[in-house]
């Protein structure tokens, strides 16, 4: 109760936007209604934890941690909960991404087996495994994760090694390579302005962490690409950061640049694998 009166008291609480608040005190509410006594906390990871959130694209991104594992009827409440909240007249219905663990599992350095309670728009809450970026996200939750409602969240999650971040980004690399060599329809999804500024700054995130074992936006990764690690991407990667104009004549040299990042990428994690096998 005393999380709703600081959250009805100040509108710019715990974000800086006021409709993002609106929209999570909504869904605080309904959530403690559904889940009673085993809500232990729900948080804000995602880009609005690591601050690269843009209002006109971003989803809000929700870490909500319960007691103990849920029921089938729990499970079907929260999923009634969550399609009423997306037919509703909220600027941020449809545009909510939320996991519920419970919290033993945060303590997991990788993703067990079993699945839990996941919305992704636009398909409706269901069991799913967790991500391979489980430790990227357990990292976001414990050094930047904004609290909405429930304890420190360092009380909840052990540190996160940072070989466990890079090996779950190594996942994603690896993935993206095979895609980029075996699958035809990849190179053309790439083709797109959007999907191309999307692979391209999570490359430089991916980049960073493989160098500094840490986790940072993907605006500050790729300034650190950009300036620290090397200059050679420096177009690429101000064009999708917005800085330079897309260059619409040329699309077929933009994907082949990004081609060659992510087989730059893909080679220093390959090199750190190596490495890392030796020792």
Not at 51 to 74: A, C, H, R, Y
Not at 95 to 100: C, G, L, N, P, S
Not at 129 to 143: V, Y
Request: aromatic fraction near 8%; glycine fraction near 4%; include cysteine.
């Amino acid at each position: 109760m005393a999380d709703d009166l600081v959250f009805a008291a100040s509108p710019l609480w715990p974000t800086a936007y006021s409709d993002v608040n609106a929209a999570i005190r909504d869904l605080l509410t309904s959530i403690q209604v559904v889940l009673d006594a085993e809500l232990c906390g729900m948080y804000l990871v995602g880009s609005l934890a690591l601050g690269d959130f843009d209002p006109q694209k971003s989803d809000l991104d929700l870490m909500i941690v319960t007691f103990d594992t849920l029921s089938e009827e729990t499970v079907a409440s929260l999923r009634e909960l969550h399609q009423h909240f997306d037919d509703s007249a909220s600027p941020w219905a449809k545009r909510v991404d939320a996991v519920y663990i419970p919290q033993i599992i945060l303590r997991e350095p990788f993703p067990p087996a079993a699945r839990y309670p996941v919305v992704e728009w636009p398909k409706l809450l269901a069991l799913e495994a967790l991500e391979s970026g489980w430790p990227i996200q357990r990292f976001t939750m414990r050094n930047c994760g904004i609290i909405v409602s429930g304890p420190d969240p360092h009380s909840l999650l052990d540190p996160v090694h940072p070989d466990d971040l890079r090996q779950a980004s190594v996942a994603i690399v690896e993935r993206w390579q095979a895609q980029a060599h075996g699958d035809p329809e990849w190179p053309a999804w790439l083709r797109e302005q959007g999907n191309r500024t999307f692979v391209v700054l999570t490359l430089c995130r991916l980049l960073y962490t493989l160098e500094t074992g840490s986790v940072a936006s993907k605006p500050a990764a790729a300034h650190w690409v950009e300036t620290v690690l090397t200059s050679r991407w420096s177009g690429l990667i101000r064009r999708a950061r917005g800085e330079l104009h897309t260059r619409e004549d040329a699309p077929e040299d933009e994907v082949n640049e990004t081609l060659a990042l992510l087989e730059y990428t893909y080679e220093r994690y390959q090199q750190w694998r190596a490495s890392s096998t030796t020792r």
